[in-house]
């Protein structure tokens, strides 16, 4: 990627790590200073997209997951439904191929 594409997103982290409310008008400010043009649509949707959220707590839980529910989280109102759904997760293991089944044989 060039540097015009993550200055805004430099900008917006720079703005986070001082404390500083992150708008459109302050990534345009910061990105203007360093010398990097970016059409303003991209500064005011990063700062949308980043209203009302912590950006510290974001980036200290990247990839911690989080985001799917529960094994057992069936609601009640399923009913017979849940006790079918252990059924539908058993998956059929399928066989390894070995060496020989790809074709590797062919180079010994």
């Given at each position: 990627m060039a540097s015009t594409d993550?200055?805004?997103?430099?900008?917006?982290?720079?703005?986070?790590?001082d404390g500083i409310?992150?708008?459109?008008?302050?990534?345009n400010a910061l990105t203007s200073a360093a010398?990097?043009?970016?059409?303003p649509?991209?500064?005011?949707l990063l700062a949308k997209a980043l209203e009302g959220k912590n950006v510290?707590?974001?980036?200290?839980?990247?990839?911690?997951?989080g985001?799917?529910?529960?094994?057992?989280g069936v609601p009640a109102a399923a009913g017979g439904a849940a006790e079918e759904a252990p059924k539908a997760e058993e998956k059929v293991e399928e066989?390894?191929?070995?060496?020989?089944?790809m074709g590797f044989g062919l180079f010994d």
């Open positions: 993550l200055a805004a997103t430099y900008a917006a982290l720079i703005l986070a790590d409310e992150i708008t459109a008008d302050k990534i010398n990097v043009d970016i059409e649509i991209w500064a005011s510290k707590d974001l980036l200290s839980n990247v990839g911690a997951g985001g799917a529910p529960a094994a057992g066989k390894e191929e070995s060496d020989d089944d």
